[in-house]
């Protein structure tokens, strides 16, 4: 799903909003974990998962390519971890 769909669906649910609305409430939540995530904080949505930020240090890799030892900057990577509701409900019909 991407995120014109995700936009789509709630406004299909809720009649009462305007799409237009819809699409600035999804703007405003992206745009807030975005910031949180910038800031170095941690964003928990309840059964639903947490973002968080973790970094990765430098290194010495290697272009695929060419075989070339190349200097890897360290970063910072987003990381997301499901909540234990949705792990429940993606594996309700695998537990037998």
Request: proline residues 3%; aromatic residues 6%; hydrophobic residues 35%.
């Amino acid at each position: 799903m991407i995120k014109s769909e995700l936009i789509q669906k709630i406004a299909d649910r809720n009649p009462h909003l305007y799409l237009r609305d819809v699409e600035k409430i999804v703007n405003a939540i992206l745009d807030e974990i975005t910031k949180a995530l910038a800031r170095g904080d941690r964003v928990e949505l309840r059964g639903f998962g947490a973002f968080s930020v973790k970094r990765r240090d430098a290194r010495l890799g290697r272009n695929p390519r060419t075989g070339v030892h190349v200097e890897v900057d360290e970063k910072s990577v987003p990381f997301f971890k499901t909540g234990k509701e949705m792990r429940e409900r993606l594996n309700e019909g695998y537990l037998s």
